[in-house]
């Protein structure tokens, strides 16, 4: 690939910021401006000015109760003083915001976003086609196999998020021995 068309934000990072809200994979109006390296205010005022391109399926606003679901997920929210309801964008939107931000550093991140979404539909679509072929071969094998499957299911379940360690002093609770 040459050096020019290189992405400049590791995919790791974008799928981090893909969340999954009414049944759409969508990105954060403040995450995306972070991408594109602009202002959340900029980034919101060149899509208003634009608004036309964006249809309901291609952008939305969080409810109140999305929004503070999403505050308590996210602790960058505390650093960006999020006050108001996010846009969130889905994959359409995503594509549709290069006719909007034309900066070469938009055209890549562009790039890199849209090919993050790809391989995130890549994998829910092997992981589905993994599950129906397990059904159909659980059909056809006797119970003997039974255990065989349910390891295979179990295998198959992603791995539980690890609780996300505290920072800062822990203040031991009063046990009431006080006198």
């Not at 602790?75 to 034309?102: C, D, H, W």
């Amino acid at each position: 690939m040459p050096k020019h068309l290189q992405p400049t934000v590791p995919a790791e990072i974008i799928e981090q910021k893909i969340y999954l809200i009414r049944g759409h994979k969508v990105m954060l109006d403040g995450d995306l401006a972070e991408l594109y390296g602009v202002s959340t205010k900029a980034f919101n005022q060149a899509v208003k000015r634009n608004l036309d391109r964006f249809p309901s399926d291609f952008m939305f606003q969080l409810n109140a109760r999305e929004s503070e679901t999403m505050r308590s997920k996210i602790v960058t929210a505390a650093k960006r003083n999020i006050r108001y309801r996010p846009y969130v964008f889905t994959e359409q939107g995503v594509a549709m915001l290069s006719s909007v931000l034309r900066s070469k550093r938009a055209v890549y991140v562009n790039i890199a976003i849209m090919r993050a979404f790809v391989k995130m539909r890549t994998l829910l679509a092997s992981h589905v086609h993994l599950l129906r072929r397990l059904n159909d071969m659980e059909k056809k094998y006797d119970q003997q196999f039974r255990v065989v499957f349910e390891a295979i299911r179990e295998l198959m379940k992603p791995e539980p998020v690890p609780p996300k360690r505290r920072i800062g002093f822990a203040i031991p609770e009063d046990s009431g021995d006080e006198k």
